[in-house]
């Protein structure tokens, strides 16, 4: 299995452009999670999908920030318009039902808004 | 909700030296607690788990201790090796599948 797939890797964009992060989740895996790490504020969890139904955006910062699960086995997370205080590494993780709690990481989106 | 807290921030040990990493976590009713390690650049893997069933787990050179009393729980690498150098991040999970994580620990190993 080739694991949890991001797009991109890395972005750099201007401050007011909308920026598109992709995820596509291991096969079979029922929970997709969101997670935004900097170095203040550590590992948050912004929001995760369970059978590509939102259950949990209370980690969401603001209305900039959408997320959307339209099949099983993709996922974006848009913010728009993007500020400098969004530059993260963006983290999308899959876990499946039968090991509900075990989180495996994609290899994450490096944003930087300039 | 549930809050977890991690101790050291940072922690420095000699090459061969044994590292301990404590996490202590607020809701009894948490019953899962992962440890992941997070190279430089790199996504957080996780490397041992533990529930709340048990009070001990071993895999090698890394072990975990549960008291669940206390509300506590520990990494534990022996002999260490620069390979080790990574974040180490603990977690406990209740019923939803949400993880609540701690804050991270700079593991650094002296040569």
């Known amino acids: 299995d080739a694991g949890v797939i991001q797009s991109p890797r890395h972005e750099v964009t201007e401050m007011g452009q909308e920026v598109t992060l992709r995820c596509k989740p291991i096969?079979?895996?029922?929970?997709l999670f969101w997670y935004r790490q900097t170095m203040m504020r550590g590992l948050e969890l912004l929001i995760y999908?369970?059978?590509?139904?939102?259950?949990?955006d209370s980690g969401m910062p603001e209305d900039r920030f959408s997320a959307k699960m339209p099949n099983a086995s993709f996922s974006t997370l848009k913010i728009q318009p993007s500020e400098p205080r969004d530059s993260a590494v963006y983290f999308c993780?899959?876990?499946?039902?039968?090991?509900?709690?075990?989180?495996?990481f994609g290899p994450g989106t490096r944003l930087l808004v300039l | 909700g549930e809050n977890v807290e991690q101790h050291p921030s940072t922690l420095s040990v000699q090459e061969g030296d044994s590292a301990v990493i404590k996490c202590t976590y607020s809701?009894?009713?948490?019953?899962?607690f992962p440890w992941y390690k997070q190279e430089l650049g790199k996504r957080p893997q996780l490397i041992i788990d533990?529930?709340?069933n048990v009070g001990e787990k071993k895999d090698q050179r890394i072990a975990v201790t549960l008291n669940k009393t206390a509300k506590h729980f520990s990494l534990h690498i022996t002999e260490t090796q620069p390979e080790d150098s990574a974040v180490y991040f603990c977690?406990?999970?209740?019923?939803?599948?949400?993880?609540?994580w701690g804050a991270g620990t700079k593991l650094i190993i002296k040569p």
């Open positions: 993780a899959s876990s499946q039902i039968t090991r509900k709690e075990t989180q495996y």
């Open positions: 096969s079979g895996h029922d929970y």
């Open positions: 999908f369970n059978n590509n139904v939102p259950i949990d």
């Open positions: 809701d009894s009713a948490s019953n899962y």
């Open positions: 533990i529930r709340s």
């Open positions: 977690a406990a999970s209740i019923h939803n599948y949400q993880l609540i």
